[in-house]
């Protein structure tokens, strides 16, 4: 079975601090890929990244920035001077390969970014 | 045109109405999926399709049906709607790669906002 957990559910930060959200995968496969989606407020998803198991490299994309932990089976997704537009809620996922693999989405952590 | 298209956009229904969401997708994906979103529970699968023929119930399938009517349609019913299935409802769609069927992701609809009264 794979699971995953975001902890936070709800984070508030003011305008221009650095903001990272936690992300908790479990599986029992060695090839598996991690998503990270941002819903926000009109509802649609959003696709910000995946990762895949056998690349640990961070990434940056200009204010966002990932870690990638397999130690710690964490992807953990920080935003750097965060802005108003950066308020919604971004879920975490995770899929395994395999014919039958579904994507498995953790509860979602609500980020409200207030000037 | 969206690549994955859901309608309707919102709907409030009243209980024990029949209702149906319906997908429709321009990916060509063989593919489709439904999800709900509830707040704090994140996206729950409902049901899958891996193709035509091919229907597999998910974690939440109690009180919902489905029809594959086309590689591209995959329809969500509620026999009989209650309140507590007021949510925001998902269709997706993704790529069959024999044993990679992640590195592409899913592609995901604008959603439905069902309301039931």
């Known amino acids: 079975a794979q699971k995953v957990t975001q902890a936070q559910t709800e984070i508030s930060v003011v305008e221009k601090e650095d903001v990272t959200l936690d992300c908790v995968y479990e599986t029992r496969d060695t090839t598996y890929y991690l998503f990270w989606y941002k819903q926000p407020p009109s509802g649609e998803l959003v696709f910000l990244i995946r990762r895949n198991s056998f690349d640990e490299q961070n990434e940056i994309s200009g204010r966002y920035s990932w870690n990638f932990q397999k130690s710690t089976s964490s992807f953990n997704f920080t935003i750097t001077a965060s802005q108003v537009v950066d308020s919604a809620v971004y879920f975490c996922a995770l899929i395994t390969t395999g014919t039958a693999s579904k994507l498995t989405f953790g509860t979602g952590t609500r980020l409200q970014v207030t000037l | 045109d969206a690549d994955v298209t859901q309608t309707p956009r919102n709907r409030i229904t009243k209980t024990g109405k029949r209702i149906m969401l319906e997908c429709s997708q321009t990916k060509g994906h063989d593919r489709m999926y439904w999800y709900r979103q509830d707040p704090g529970l994140g996206l729950r699968l409902i049901y899958y399709?891996?193709?035509?023929?091919?229907?597999n119930k998910g974690e939440i399938s109690d009180g919902y049906s489905v029809s594959r009517q086309a590689q591209a349609k995959f329809s969500l019913s509620l026999e009989s709607a209650i309140p507590n299935q007021t949510a925001l409802y998902f269709c997706?769609?993704?790529?069959?790669?024999?044993?990679?069927?992640?590195?592409?992701?899913?592609?995901f609809g604008s959603g439905t906002r069902l309301t039931v009264v």
């Open positions: 997706a769609t993704s790529e069959s790669h024999q044993g990679n069927e992640g590195e592409y992701g899913y592609t």
């Open positions: 399709s891996f193709d035509v023929k091919d229907i």
